[in-house]
């Protein structure tokens, strides 16, 4: 069993409403000095056997198609977290 | 003879009903369609009505684009079957690449439920052919993830080809770019669009109108657009 980690982030120019309320809710709290919040999503897959090559393509392709709508989001990561046997 | 509407139902769909009344009410002849089922059931037209889909997990309509109806509805859409989307519907519309663009958390984050008035922009789709064209009309609007955004150039191309079916008027109450509410398909059967027609067609039952009280039916015009065009053609 592998786990693979899939972090999808709101694309540069889309305004992110989450993320500005987030921010906002910093400075209310007083962790001053951020300058921006942006929020994304991060999916962990866990799949059975090796991660090949041809399992990350397939990766990628969810990522893009399911996990992801490119009009407002970038994938901006699909990396293997972590190896059990 | 009539027209035959199909209302599609989603898991998390909340307006089907309201959609399959409307139909009725209008003059045709409500089809209740299930999202599960690849089958048309021989209907004209179909309409993706509002409600949280898969409970909006992961985007708005994310997950409801894939069911086996949408299918059947894509290769209708694209052989000129007229198609209304409404809020949740829109946004399956644009998951499912129908219509351009997407919609992101409202700008100001609240859930916003009002009487909304719009004005008609394109007078000549499939649902909007009883509407005169720059036409203002008061219907519900109700979401939370209703802020329409696209690229600038497919903000231009939208303005260009005529596209921007309805504005927003007097106020944007998402922040939708452009104060779009809604927009077309270039052959103008595949329409979507946040506020909701189908909530304003009986007297007692809609927005405010000038007159009186809750007695709008603004939103009627949809309905009776789609079928008088379809009988047309029949």
Redesign the interface.
């Known amino acids: 069993m592998a786990t693979i980690l899939v972090s999808v982030m709101?694309k540069p120019?889309?305004?992110d409403?989450?993320g500005k309320?987030v921010g906002a809710a910093l400075a209310r709290l007083g962790f001053d000095g951020v300058e921006q919040v942006r929020q994304g999503k991060r999916f962990e897959l866990t799949v059975a056997g090796e991660v090949t090559d041809a399992v990350l393509e397939r990766v990628r392709e969810a990522a893009v198609t399911?996990?992801s709508?490119p009009?407002?989001e970038d994938v901006v990561a699909v990396e293997v977290l972590e190896t059990a046997q | 003879m009539t027209a035959r509407i199909g209302v599609v139902t989603f898991p998390g769909t909340l307006d089907d009903r309201d959609a399959l009344r409307a139909v009725r009410i209008a003059g045709g002849e409500p089809v209740s369609l299930w999202h599960g089922s690849a089958s048309l059931e021989n209907v004209d037209a179909v309409v993706l009505p509002g409600g949280f889909s898969y409970g909006d997990y992961l985007r708005a309509g994310a997950i409801a684009r894939f069911s086996p109806i949408m299918e059947s509805i894509v290769d209708a859409a694209n052989g000129g079957m007229p198609v209304l989307g409404i809020c949740n519907g829109f946004q399956v519309l644009t998951e499912v690449h129908l219509l351009p663009g997407s919609m992101i958390k409202n700008e100001h984050l609240h859930f916003v439920c009002r009487d909304q008035v719009l004005r008609v922009e394109n007078a000549e789709t499939d649902w909007t052919s009883e509407y005169r064209q720059g036409e203002e009309i008061t219907v519900p609007l109700k979401n939370q993830d209703g802020q329409y955004v696209a690229d600038e150039r497919t903000l231009d191309e939208l303005e260009a080809e005529g596209r921007v079916a309805f504005r927003y008027v007097g106020f944007n109450p998402n922040g939708s770019r452009r104060d779009i509410a809604g927009i077309t398909n270039a052959r103008g059967n595949v329409v979507g669009l946040m506020p909701h027609p189908e909530h304003a067609v009986e007297p007692g039952f809609g927005p405010d109108s000038v007159e009186s009280g809750r007695n709008g039916t603004d939103g009627l015009a949809f309905f009776t657009s789609a079928i008088k065009g379809l009988l047309a053609t029949a």
């Open positions: 709101p120019e889309i305004l409403p989450q309320a399911l996990l709508n009009v407002i």
